[in-house]
């Protein structure tokens, strides 16, 4: 029961070669230390912050402890006056409009294969309302395979898959991908937000799924039935937490992902594995839930991998899969007759789950062949196909489809301002709950601020000398006299400067992002909200982190290596390179599925930005093939403008000696012609090219923002 409350980082990141000009090398090395160190920090120091009240049960161990308070939990619950599932499925019923409506669901002839490999083979079955249905099976049998044929969830259509076969609901076909609608779905890997708690997300989703006509006490009140009924009161304002914040137990968190799925009044509860990883209490209070929710006349069916006695015994109906072939499907109490008839007494005392299980693993094939084939034709199944034959061939004369996805939970219930005011409310929520990140993140501007103002000091004084009467860098040859050296080295503050922000904007989204990603697609599968606010909803949030973490660097190193550019405008550009990093970090978080991909691809969208930019290969010796890909990098224009506004002073120097001599012993000798070829290494004038560069710097933004809202769009229609 008791959760590891934090995991530390294990890797250590040290520099380990001298930092001096170095750019990329010294920022990357610093900067992954820095977010590794930081965030093992607060990994180990982050307090719970879970509700005290909840506090010592999790951390009892002993078995006999956790049974004892579990039978005291549900005399409690028993006791307590808690509105039952039947009386909340009235209540979403009503919220929601709908009419009643009872389900079945009914499959006959499903075989499914991929590849060579026969995952299903010629099953059929029915669950029905009112019913609690087990999956039970050895692992690979194909349990959680079924589950998703059903829900709709599995993707049946790629080249080296064949799926057969007729799924029907109250005996009507129906396609599993345009019916999922009306199916909630509880996946094995709860996808919540840790910041968020049960009440919270029920208001969410509430606010999102029923129909708008409710008021908000209305709302208000089903919200606390449903946390009740689901006995989550006790945790209702309880983070979720994660694997790095602790928060509800796994039964809880487990409970809040089935209230989510409850809200939209389905029609059919499927749920993957849910017991897994949770203790027996957590287990058998959720199992309590569902047998009631089941008794609200929702059929449910669920796959388990090793139910407990006490646990199986609470299933009404039992589908044991063998190698993807049915070996028992019916009433859970006649599973122990029925291989006793085989020859396979359950002994006494001994869980029948088990001893099924542990006999398909044990016995031949060819008795097991015997089994499938016994069953086929026992009377149990028998009268069970006859059930559905009579169910399909009463709607397929009537050549009736069932329809697919509902009003309610399949169409989107709210408005575009709502859909957006939800989202951003929630994502303020989460960024300053969040306060490790948050905290690592501003720590980690201000740090390597220091150690940039500090490594960096003075450097931007090269501008001084140029103007000061002593050593005037016009009057001396210009690239033989001390000139050079001193705008190499200002020129390397700004450069450095821009790799800071772009690093310190990008970096918290790829690590982020592709946790959150499962929760946008199951709320997205879900038709909660649509893929605009959502991208706007984030962007308005991580916008004024970005400026705040620009604002810090400045004002640390502005003074310290002594920039001369307007303080406004260096922070402005250094805020559109961060946010338009940020963007690109997002496409590659929404083109994964992990955050360790994404830390991986990381540097694939970081480095050639460096390497395009023309900082450290000229752009003339790019090859022509490979050249237009500085037009993909923020870095290029947002140096480009940061020099433009640095270097205001060069611009006066330039002009006046075009005035005074000709323009290619200008071209040779010029501060500003150093620029030049640094930046565009073009004959064009730099400094009449700001709005080009800024032009660029917000369209790269938005289109990087686009193109990752296409890719997760696509994601979320076709997820299964
Ligand atoms: N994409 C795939 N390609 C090839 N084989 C697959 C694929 N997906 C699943 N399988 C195979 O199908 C079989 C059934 O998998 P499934 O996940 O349904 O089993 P399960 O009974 O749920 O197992 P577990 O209890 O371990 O989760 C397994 O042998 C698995 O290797």
């Known amino acids: 029961m008791t959760e590891d409350l934090s995991r530390s980082l294990r890797e250590d990141v040290e520099p380990d070669h001298e930092p001096e000009h170095d750019f990329p090398d010294l920022l990357s090395s610093y900067f992954m230390m820095c977010i590794l160190r930081l965030l093992q920090f607060w990994g180990h120091s982050l307090p719970s912050q879970q509700d005290p009240e909840t506090g010592p049960e999790h951390q009892l161990n002993s078995s006999s402890m956790l049974m004892l308070c579990g039978c005291l939990r549900i005399c409690q619950d028993l006791e307590r006056n808690e509105p039952s599932m039947h009386q909340l499925r009235d209540h979403t019923r009503q919220l929601s409009d709908e009419a009643h409506e009872e389900r079945s669901m009914e499959w006959s002839g499903l075989s499914f294969t991929i590849g060579q490999h026969k995952i299903l083979s010629n099953i059929s079955g029915m669950i029905e309302p009112g019913r609690l249905t087990g999956v039970f099976g050895p692992s690979g049998s194909g349990k959680t395979t079924l589950l998703n044929i059903l829900a709709g969830r599995q993707n049946t259509k790629a080249s080296n898959m064949s799926l057969t076969g007729q799924i029907t609901t109250n005996g009507v076909v129906v396609d599993p991908v345009s019916f999922r609608g009306n199916i909630a779905y509880v996946m094995q890997d709860d996808a919540l937000l840790p910041y968020e708690t049960p009440r919270e997300y029920f208001h969410f989703s509430a606010s999102m799924r029923l129909s708008q006509g409710i008021s908000r006490t209305q709302r208000e009140e089903f919200v606390n039935n449903l946390l009740s009924t689901l006995s989550l009161q006790r945790c209702a304002n309880t983070i979720v937490g994660s694997e790095l914040v602790k928060g509800l137990s796994g039964g809880e968190r487990k409970r809040t992902s089935v209230g989510i799925e409850l809200i939209t009044n389905p029609k059919m509860l499927f749920l993957d594995e849910p017991l897994s990883g949770l203790d027996s209490y957590a287990a058998y209070t959720l199992v309590v839930a569902l ?430």
């Not at 403008?641 to 270097?647: A, D, G, K, R, W």
């Open 291 to 720: 047998k009631d929710l089941a008794k609200a006349n929702v059929p449910v069916l669920c796959t388990v991998h090793q139910p407990s006695s006490e646990i199986f015994a609470m299933f009404d109906d039992v589908i044991m899969l063998h190698a993807g072939e049915i070996t028992f499907h019916g009433p859970a109490n006649q599973i122990s007759a029925f291989f006793d008839d085989m020859g396979f007494p359950c002994p006494g005392n001994f869980n029948p789950a088990d001893h099924v299980m542990f006999l398909m693993q044990k016995e031949s094939t060819e008795k097991l062949r015997e089994i499938k084939d016994s069953w086929l034709q026992s009377e149990i199944s028998v009268k069970m196909q006859a059930k559905i034959d009579a169910l399909q061939g009463r709607n397929q004369s009537t050549g009736e489809r069932a329809a697919g996805p509902r009003q309610g939970s399949a169409g989107r219930n709210t408005g575009f301002c709502k859909q957006l005011g939800m989202l951003l409310a929630r994502e303020v929520r989460g960024t300053f709950r969040n306060k490790g990140i948050l905290y690592a993140r501003f720590g980690m501007s201000l740090f390597l601020a220091a150690l940039y103002g500090w490594l960096f000091s003075g450097s931007a004084a090269s501008g001084d000398k140029v103007n000061s009467p002593e050593k005037n860098c016009l009057a001396d040859n210009f690239s033989a006299g001390g000139c050079t050296g001193d705008f190499q080295a200002h020129f390397g503050t700004l450069v450095s400067l821009s790799i800071m922000a772009m690093m310190s904007a990008a970096q918290p989204v790829v690590l982020q992002f592709p946790q959150e990603r499962p929760v946008f697609l199951r709320e997205y599968a879900a038709h909660q909200y649509g893929v605009v606010p959502y991208f706007i909803s984030k962007t308005l949030v991580e916008m004024p982190v970005v400026l705040m973490s620009s604002l810090l660097t400045f004002a640390v190193t502005y003074f310290w290596m002594g920039l001369h550019g307007g303080f406004v405008l260096l922070v402005l550009v250094s805020w559109l390179l961060g946010i338009a990093s940020s963007s690109l970090a997002l496409l590659v978080g929404c083109g994964v599925a992990s955050a360790q991909k994404a830390i991986q691809l990381a540097p694939l969208t970081l480095i050639p930005q460096m390497l395009f930019s023309g900082l450290f290969v000229p752009v003339a010796k790019i090859p022509l093939s490979l050249r237009w890909a500085r037009y993909l990098c923020p870095l290029k224009y947002a140096i480009n403008l940061m020099t433009i506004v640095e270097f205001q002073y060069v611009k006066d120097i330039t002009q006046d000696c075009e005035k005074r001599s000709s323009e290619i012993e200008c071209m040779q000798e010029h501060p500003g012609d150093y620029l030049r070829l640094q930046l565009v290494n073009t004959q064009s004038v730099l400094w009449d090219d700001w709005t080009q560069y800024l032009g660029a710097l917000v369209g790269l933004f938005l289109l990087f923002r686009l193109i990752a809202m296409i890719l997760l769009w696509r994601k979320g229609k076709y997820v299964f």
